[in-house]
T-cell receptor, first 114, second 110 residues
Framework: DTGVSQNPRHKITKRGQNVTFRCDPI?????LYWYRQTLGQGPEFLTY????????KSRLLSDRFSAERPKGSFSTLEIQRTEQGDSAMYLC????????????FGPGTRLTVL | QKEVEQDPGPLSVPEGAIVSLNCTYS??????FMWYRQYSRKGPELLMY????GNKEDGRFTAQVDKSSKYISLFIRDSQPSDSATYLC??????????FGKGTLLTVNP
């Protein structure tokens, strides 16, 4: 499978715990995006990387959220001290610059905070 | 006001009907406009994208953009039960960042 993959697909955690999600983009894609989607809403932009550099962060990304993309390959999104309001689908997408403007989305990680 | 407004529906039509999905946007900086389809518990997949005002056709799908009125439409002809999904419109801003509408849930009944 050469698409975008995300792990885990589902995560249930208790409030206050830390969680980490992983995204593996399409291998030749240098841009990687994280979005959050809550029930009944469209995805909302969180942050994006070009290669290993994090170039933009949304105001939605509080201090409890951190994202990395070491070596410009896979990316991780960590949420510290989770809150019930963090329950959502976290989507990753990748894109190659200079080609067609299509962001390829992964299947998402569904987070439930109890 | 959200940058992209979309009626969430739900919309229910019989098989074979013509479906019209619409969005409005407020950000004049958007360069490209996309329609994504999202099946339940899956990630969105790109259906169509347009750059300038006018129509773009791909099989049973037609995307329409009117930049003067900031209006985006997607038409589906001869709708099929397999078209049942949530349809998301999006504007593309700087750094290819997407701003989505809420999505419209479409059900096509056999």
């Amino acid at each position: 499978d050469t698409g975008v993959s995300q792990n885990p697909r589902h995560k249930i955690t208790k409030r206050g715990q830390n969680v980490t999600f992983r995204c593996d983009p399409i291998s030749e894609h240098n841009r990687l995006y994280w979005y959050r989607q809550t029930l009944g809403q469209g995805p909302e932009f969180l942050t994006y990387f070009q290669n290993e550099a994090q170039l933009e962060k949304s105001r939605l990304l509080s201090d409890r959220f951190s994202a990395e993309r070491p070596k410009g390959s896979f990316s991780t999104l960590e949420i510290q001290r989770t809150e019930q309001g963090d329950s959502a689908m976290y989507l990753c997408a990748s894109l190659t610059s200079g080609g067609i403007n299509e962001q390829f989305f992964g299947p998402g990680t569904r987070l439930t905070v109890l | 006001q959200k940058e992209v407004e979309q009626d969430p529906g739900p919309l229910s039509v019989p098989e074979g009907a013509i479906v019209s999905l619409n969005c409005t946007y407020s950000n004049s900086a958007f360069q490209y406009f996309m329609w994504y389809r999202q099946y339940s518990r899956k990630g969105p997949e790109l259906l169509m994208y347009t750059y300038s005002s006018g129509n773009k056709e791909d099989g049973r799908f037609t995307a329409q953009v009117d930049k003067s009125s900031k209006y985006i439409s997607l038409f589906i002809r001869d709708s099929q039960p397999s078209d049942s999904a949530t349809y998301l419109c999006a504007g593309e801003g700087s750094n290819y960042k997407l701003t989505f509408g809420k999505g419209t849930l479409l059900t096509v009944n056999p």
